[in-house]
């Protein structure tokens, strides 16, 4: 496919937003721990499961047992109390899918024990059989007892293995309870408790203008507040956090990689950080709006902690945790992917927390920009709904390939008296292979044409998710993919980075053809709209055919027959007339109130359909 792009530099427009390319940083597919975050031990304070010492093994003729009993503090639920019966036994960690073993490298290891040992206990670096060491130290027997105490060591490794593992191994017998065990290599920039070099050595290459953190998903939780992530929780020494279930994305997370390490990455990639802060709802569930205080004075606490002077309380914290300077917040995110047709139904008063959050920080930081949620699912026009003011909005598009590249011109009559747009996340989501691929790289160049040459109003813009440990990965595709020795940039992240790396100051006119050929009349189909009274489809509709699927989970399927008829319009702006077909249609939500519902359905490329509420 080839673009043609005519240039014509005597007709000047308008400034390119100086912060238009930035990063969107969620843990999701192993992101932090077993990702971006250097620690080397999984499930290093024995936290992951309540029954058995996951990730780690015997060795030898060795017990485990986890315990609850004289816990190392109160943040500590479990411990791992080993019982060594016979020299030569121990226990051993076999890390994010193998601990990477580097000849030279130095590691560096730390845990918490106590209890009784006849002779040392050894702490070995070994290959993947268990079998050989690469590096070793030793601590002796009769300096644990019964007080919990921090041990630490340097490890050289001398051979190489992607698939190594820690272990401990007792010179005699032996009872010690175990906790936080960690191994890190050297980390970015060297910072303690960092990241991994080669990974944030990517994001550093993006040279992204801001930093969106933590999420997504990962922000709000699932099921209960406690799955949220909660910032107090994720700050001073390691031991103290006591991490989470990262319920969305499916494992618990330590919140090594916390509050802190993310201001402090932001400060590192010179990025301005971009918080989202969580307004009470979670996926399952909300806090009354009535009652949302609490999360009002956690989120203003934060940005203390963040930018407050160290003569107060949060400021203190934060001089004390090691960052005196204020990391210095410039931009705040109301709510991840709040304010959604279905939420709204269900009355989650998104404009209304707005309000209190916004009121409640632009009092304190008159300067903080503001970012609001509009409609991130369903609808190609996400609107601001309300008389309440934000200077943005977060967009978000997961569309096909065809999708973006057709909507080079989303924003050319985009209304400029409303808030700007931060498109917080965007990615091609529908045919781009295994990993990503050159065709879903194309079309979200395409669109990010469109983003610059509307960044008048497209202030900001950024793609999701990044990060993918391939080891276990639930969202495809990822723009940065990894295992514990190999890293992989996609074909988006190189788009990412080339429009970074050439982000122009100020846009002229230009015109293109884009590799899809299609026609600007096409482009400009509008979809169908059907009206639909209680029980019965009234009028003519735009569906795909044969089969018609959830969409965006506001219509579907549910069998018999139905009488389905009109045009229809496929993603690729192919307009085309069916008559009937099987299959019957099912609101959902179901309504029963008797007026009547405007939707607009409209046929995807794959054959599904997607519908919204207007
Ligand atoms: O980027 C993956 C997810 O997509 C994010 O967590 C969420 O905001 C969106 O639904």
Redesign the pocket.
């Given at each position: 496919a080839q673009i043609t792009v005519n240039v014509n530099t005597a007709q000047k427009g308008h400034e390119v937003s100086p912060e238009l390319y930035g990063i969107f940083y969620?843990d999701?597919n192993h992101a932090a721990d077993g990702g971006l975050y250097a620690e080397l031990v999984r499930n290093r304070s024995f936290e992951d499961n309540t029954k058995a010492a996951e990730h780690w093994a015997t060795v030898g003729q060795s017990a485990l047992q986890l315990t609850a009993k004289g816990l190392l503090n109160a943040k500590q639920h479990q411990a791992l109390l080993v019982t060594f019966r016979q020299a030569g036994d121990g226990i051993s960690n076999e890390g994010f899918w193998g601990i990477p073993v580097v000849q030279g490298r130095c590691y560096r290891l730390s845990f918490w024990a106590k209890g009784k040992l006849k002779g040392q206990l050894r702490a070995v670096l070994t290959d993947a059989t268990g079998k050989h060491a690469f590096a070793s130290a030793s601590f002796a027997g009769k300096s644990f007892g019964n007080k919990w105490t921090r041990y630490e060591a340097e490890l050289v490794a001398d051979g190489n293995d992607s698939r190594g593992q820690l272990q401990f191994l007792a010179d005699g017998k032996g009872q010690l309870t175990f906790d936080v065990v960690s191994l890190f290599p050297p980390a970015f920039r060297n910072r303690q408790n960092g990241l991994r070099p080669e990974l944030a050595g990517m994001l550093y290459d993006l040279h992204p203008k801001f930093l969106r953190f933590p999420?997504?998903?990962?922000v709000e939780g699932q099921d209960s507040p406690d799955n949220a992530f909660r910032w107090e929780r994720t700050i001073g020494p390691v031991e103290q956090r006591e991490g989470h279930w990262n319920v969305?994305w499916g494992y618990r997370t330590t919140d090594g990689l916390g509050f802190d390490e993310y201001l402090q990455l932001a400060e590192d990639l010179h990025a301005k950080p971009l918080y989202v802060v969580n307004v009470g709802i979670w996926h399952g569930g909300y806090t009354p709006l009535d009652s949302i205080q609490p999360w009002i004075d956690e989120t203003m606490n934060a940005l203390e902690y963040a930018n407050g002077p160290v003569t107060s309380k949060y400021g203190a914290l934060r001089a004390k945790n090691g960052h005196p300077e204020p990391y210095n917040i410039q931009y705040l995110e109301i709510g991840?992917?709040n304010n959604q047709p279905d939420q709204r139904q269900q009355s989650d008063h998104y404009y209304e927390r707005f309000k209190l959050f916004r009121d409640a920080v632009l009092k304190k930081y008159p300067d903080m920009h503001i970012i609001g949620n509009v409609a991130?699912w369903g609808t190609d026009e996400p609107k601001w709904e309300s008389k309440e003011q934000t200077e943005l909005v977060d967009e978000?598009y997961?569309r096909s390939p065809a999708w973006f590249a057709e909507h080079f011109h989303h924003y050319d009559n985009y209304d400029r008296r409303g808030p700007k747009v931060y498109v917080g996340?965007y990615a091609v989501t529908q045919g781009f292979g295994q990993v990503g691929d050159l065709n879903a790289a194309l079309g979200e160049a395409v669109f990010m044409m469109g983003m610059e040459n509307n960044s008048d109003i497209v202030r900001m813009a950024s793609y999701?998710?990044i990060f993918a440990n391939v080891n276990e990965t639930r969202?495809r595709p990822d723009m940065i993919q990894y295992d514990a020795t190999r890293v992989l940039g996609t074909p988006s992240y190189y788009v990412q980075k080339m429009m970074a790396d050439n982000v122009g100051t100020r846009t002229v006119s230009t015109t293109l053809t884009n590799p899809y050929q299609i026609a600007e009349a096409q482009q400009q189909v509008k979809p169908q709209v059907c009206r639909v009274g209680v029980g019965t489809w009234a009028t003519q509709a735009s569906f795909a055919q044969p089969s018609l699927s959830a969409g965006d989970g506001k219509v579907e399927q549910v069998g018999g027959k139905v009488d389905i008829r009109g045009t229809w319009q496929q993603a690729n702006g192919i307009v085309s007339q069916q008559s009937a077909s099987e299959g019957a249609l099912r609101l959902n939500p179901q309504r029963t109130d008797g007026n009547e519902y405007t939707y607009h359905v409209r046929a995807r490329k794959d054959g599904g359909a997607e519908g919204f509420l207007v």
């Open positions: 969620e999701i999420g997504g998903c990962f969305n991840n992917e991130a978000h997961y996340e999701a998710p969202w």
